[in-house]
């Protein structure tokens, strides 16, 4: 594909981006009464987007990996404690709260590509090792964390097993 058709292609979505977000604006869809219908029309105005760039985005896209990227940008504007767990890193965190296997205390997530503390559970390991909401997991036994639900079996085994766990301090040296 040449650089005039790419730069055509962008500049055309570009446009079609704009004016769906300014037919909104300007009242296209109408006075709202209900608050779920705000919510369904902004969802159309989501599903829009997604169809033009389908349709029209240069490269090739994964449309389900674009709406998951979505998702976990909506919840993690809400704030710094909240977010979204894989259904797979889900049923790993519940083994631990049936008693088959214990963790070290914390709840934990990915941000910024690093496993990040949300916050330790008070009374359990994590918490007595001065473990704080926002530290980063670098390493579990020496192997570094690259991926939630591999931290998680790191960090997790059968009551009283010990485990060492390299953190990151937002403003302290490194580990």
Do not use: C
Not at 11 to 39: H, N, R
Not at 45 to 52: A, H, N, P, Y
Not at 75 to 81: A, E, G, I, N, Q
Not at 114 to 143: C, L, N, W
Request: charged share 30%; aromatic share 6%; no cysteine.
């Amino acid at each position: 594909m040449t650089k005039q058709k790419k730069k055509h292609i962008r500049l055309w979505l570009a446009v079609a981006i704009t004016v769906i977000f300014l037919t909104m604006g300007t009242g296209f869809y109408g006075d709202l009464e209900a608050k779920s219908d705000e919510t369904y029309k902004s969802l159309k105005v989501f599903s829009d987007v997604l169809e033009i760039i389908e349709k029209n985005y240069v490269d090739e896209v994964n449309s389900k990996e674009l709406i998951e990227k979505a998702i976990q940008g909506m919840v993690h504007s809400l704030d710094p404690h909240s977010s979204l767990m894989p259904p797979e890193a889900f049923r790993d965190l519940s083994i631990d709260t049936k008693g088959e296997f214990t963790g070290i205390g914390i709840h934990i997530t990915m941000r910024d590509k690093f496993v990040t503390v949300i916050s330790p559970i008070e009374g359990t390991p994590a918490y007595r090792a001065g473990i704080k909401a926002q530290d980063r997991i670098m390493k579990v036994d020496g192997k570094p964390t690259t991926d939630l639900r591999e931290a998680v079996k790191m960090m997790r085994g059968p009551k009283g097993t010990s485990v060492v766990v390299t953190i990151h301090r937002k403003g302290a040296a490194d580990p």
